[in-house]
């Protein structure tokens, strides 16, 4: 027979893949059909012309971070390295990312969060907040200057800016989905191992 608690954390383990799945199905969708700005030559008069619309596009958030963050705030053991590591990669090989930079830039990240809330059960939603913006903020600064040594292209600092701030908008949004709709709460004292360590 299963022990209930093994068995509790590897069906939430499987709904963190799903929702993780999801996620990167998400960004990937073509959502923004507007053309860019083409120029093209008039073959009767050899004009310079264009074709399309410029728009301006607004850097939404990083939902796989704030997602990993809030399951490792609340349950650690229900989002293992092992688990986290593979999400990432698959994203990097999605959306033709640098391999590995950007998990490896963010396990360290994820692993201050973990130790955070193995270090303590009360952690308030702000605090959380805090933490959790500030570990993602340095590991873009840190990925930014990986792209910088390597000339690999980047964004410009604008839109890693607005990328920020739109992913710390998201996450008090993040909280609540993980809160009230995937029931993925803090664990109780009695929840708690011998080590002390959250289940």
Same mark, same amino acid.
């Given at each position: 027979m299963v022990d209930p608690i093994t068995w509790r954390r590897f069906q939430y383990r499987i709904v963190f893949l799903v929702v993780s799945a999801l996620i990167i199905f998400g960004q990937l969708l073509p959502l923004n059909t507007t053309p860019d700005v083409l120029p093209l030559?008039?073959?009767?008069?050899?004009?310079?012309?264009?074709?399309?619309?410029?728009?301006?596009?607004?850097?939404?958030?990083?939902?796989?971070?704030?997602?990993?963050?809030?399951?490792?705030? #609340?349950?650690?053991?229900?989002?293992?390295?092992?688990?986290?590591?593979?999400?990432?990669?698959?994203?990097?090989?999605?959306?033709?990312?640098?391999?590995?930079?950007?998990?490896?830039?963010?396990?360290?990240?994820?692993?201050?969060? #973990?130790?955070?809330?193995?270090?303590?059960n009360e952690v308030s939603v702000p605090l959380e907040i805090a933490l959790v913006m500030g570990a993602f903020t340095a590991a873009v600064v840190v990925n930014g200057l990986f792209h910088l040594i390597f000339a690999v292209p980047h964004p410009s600092l604008g839109t890693v800016l607005l990328h920020v701030l739109t992913t710390a908008i998201a996450y008090p949004f993040v909280i609540a989905v993980t809160h009230f709709i995937l029931r993925v709460r803090r664990a109780g004292v009695r929840e708690l191992d011998s080590d002390g360590v959250i289940g």
């Open positions: 030559i008039d073959p009767v008069s050899g004009a310079l012309i264009q074709e399309g619309g410029s728009y301006f596009s607004l850097p939404g958030p990083d939902w796989l971070f704030c997602l990993t963050a809030a399951f490792l705030m #609340r349950r650690p053991r229900w989002a293992p390295v092992v688990l986290i590591v593979f999400v990432h990669l698959l994203a990097d090989v999605l959306y033709l990312r640098p391999l590995g930079l950007w998990p490896a830039i963010s396990l360290v990240a994820y692993e201050f969060l #973990r130790r955070q809330t193995n270090a303590s």
